[in-house]
């Protein structure tokens, strides 16, 4: 019902930058919180960024002053700006977005809302 869909990884130097995008599309009603996660090998899956419908963000410590997320809500797109890349930055990054789902059959808003998740982008950083 409800894709999301990563672009901009790859391969950067140490103290470079890359922009990452993850576009929402399906039967979407509204999209509250979008954000970044990523897992490193061998480590869990943690969160890097996120923001609110309304702009508000949150950003993990590791990650402060360095990464910048943004958001279009009217193309239900979330971005992930990394500058100052760093070899520990390594990892597959996964798009996150809270959904409700609009329910066409009874033409209104689904109940509850889900959570949806991208397929992954990998960003490795070279020391």
């Known amino acids: 019902q409800v894709q999301l869909v990563e672009s901009g990884g790859g391969l950067v130097q140490a103290g470079g930058s890359l922009r990452l995008s993850c576009a929402a599309s399906?039967?979407?009603?509204?999209?509250?919180?979008m954000g970044w996660y990523r897992q490193a090998p061998g480590k869990q899956r943690e969160l890097v960024a996120a923001?609110?419908?309304?702009?508000?963000?949150n950003y993990a410590d590791s990650v402060k002053g360095r990464f910048t997320i943004s958001r279009d809500n009217a193309k239900n797109t979330v971005y992930l700006q990394m500058n100052s890349l760093k070899s520990e930055d390594t990892a597959v990054y996964y798009c996150n977005a809270v959904v409700t789902v609009w329910d066409s059959a009874n033409w209104r808003p689904a109940s509850g809302a889900m959570d949806a998740w991208g397929q992954g982008t990998l960003v490795t950083v070279s020391s």
């Open positions: 399906g039967s979407i009603f509204s999209i509250n919180t």
């Open positions: 923001i609110t419908s309304g702009g508000g963000t």
